[in-house]
């Protein structure tokens, strides 16, 4: 007797967490692309509008030259509210 098994019959449970886990990383690399994006837009404000906003120039190009691995939303308010605290 041969019993002949599909491997994607296997583990059934295990398909739609890799399905959603691909999901979510891709949905989490998307949204890094796009914040980095709009850090590099802040670059075309003048010293004055970045200031309005708690950003320093040298904020978002610390920011930005610190690497892709680094989301620019989480960096930038980190230092907007450092600066803010301070006074």
């Given at each position: 007797?041969?019993?002949?098994?599909?491997?994607?019959?296997?583990?059934?449970?295990?398909?739609?967490?890799?399905?959603?886990?691909?999901?979510?990383?891709?949905?989490?690399?998307?949204?890094?692309?796009r914040n980095r994006r709009t850090a590099r837009r802040l670059m075309d404000l003048d010293d004055h509008m970045l200031a309005?906003?708690?950003?320093?120039?040298?904020?978002?190009?610390?920011?930005?030259?610190?690497?892709?691995?680094?989301?620019?939303?989480?960096?930038?308010?980190?230092?907007?509210?450092?600066?803010?605290?301070?006074?």
């Amino acid at each position: 007797m041969t019993i002949h098994v599909d491997a994607r019959d296997c583990h059934p449970a295990t398909e739609p967490s890799r399905k959603a886990r691909f999901s979510e990383i891709l949905g989490r690399v998307i949204e890094h692309w796009r914040n980095r994006r709009t850090a590099r837009r802040l670059m075309d404000l003048d010293d004055h509008m970045l200031a309005d906003i708690g950003v320093l120039r040298g904020d978002v190009l610390q920011t930005l030259g610190s690497g892709g691995e680094v989301d620019p939303n989480g960096s930038l308010g980190r230092l907007a509210r450092r600066r803010k605290r301070r006074g």
